[in-house]
């Protein structure tokens, strides 16, 4: 069985600073993807960065970025330079092994972010 | 945009009326899933589809059915719904082209009173 573990339910931030959120997994499947998503009070599901168990660097799109320790089963999302805009709740998402798990998604309780000005 | 629409976008309703929830897909996406999401849960899946007529349980699937007869349409179906099922309701398609990433639909809320 998969498990996705988000410690923190609230974060603040002032603007302009980097933020970290923690993730962490806990999985048997030796190949397996990590994602985190983001809802804004609007309500949709929005895909922000992916991490391949296999993948030798750390995910980067734009000001997001992945930290993944896989010895430690952790895979942070970092967001930089925080905007008022990133104000949201954040999800961290596992989908375990190949296609024998049918690509599902196992996703963690969230973290909602307060970016303050 | 992953072309992935659901209607309708909200529903109230009573408790022991059936509710069918739909979601239409214009890519041909092969699989196709079903979430719920509750305050403190996340998402939880419900069903899923991995082609047409082909369907699986997810991990809270008790109370629910699906079907898939078109590539493009997945229905959601709470056959006598209760107020335990009041949530919102995503749907979601694997895209295989990135990364198996899932893009979601703009969700259903779905209030049973």
């Known amino acids: 069985a998969q498990k996705i573990t988000q410690t923190q339910p609230g974060m603040f931030v002032q603007e302009k600073e980097a933020v970290t959120l923690d993730c962490t997994y806990d999985?048997?499947?030796?190949?397996?993807?990590l994602f985190w998503y983001k809802q804004p009070s609007s309500g949709e599901m929005i895909f922000l960065i992916y991490q391949g168990s296999y993948d030798q660097q750390n995910a980067t799109e734009g000001r997001y970025s992945l930290n993944f320790q896989k010895a430690r089963k952790s895979a942070n999302l970092v967001i930089s330079a925080s905007q008022l805009g990133d104000s949201a709740m954040y999800f961290c998402a596992m989908m375990g092994g190949s296609g024998g798990s049918n690509y599902k998604l196992t996703f963690g309780k969230g973290t909602l972010l307060t970016v303050n000005p | 945009d992953a072309g992935i629409t659901q209607s309708p976008r909200h529903k109230v309703t009573e408790t022991g009326t059936p509710v069918t929830l739909r979601c239409h897909q214009t890519e041909n996406h092969r699989y196709m899933y079903w979430y719920r999401q509750d305050p403190g849960h996340g998402l939880r899946l419900i069903h899923y589809?991995?082609?047409?007529?082909?369907?699986d349980k997810g991990e809270v699937s008790d109370g629910y059915s699906v079907s898939r007869s078109k590539t493009e349409d997945f229905l959601l179906t709470l056959e006598s719904a209760t107020s335990s099922q009041t949530s919102v309701y995503f749907c979601?398609?694997?895209?295989?082209?990135?990364?198996?990433?899932?893009?979601f639909g703009p969700g259903t809320r779905l209030l049973v009173l």
């Open positions: 589809s991995y082609g047409v007529k082909d369907t």
């Open positions: 999985t048997s499947d030796p190949s397996y993807g």
């Open positions: 979601a398609i694997r895209a295989s082209a990135h990364q198996e990433t899932q893009y």
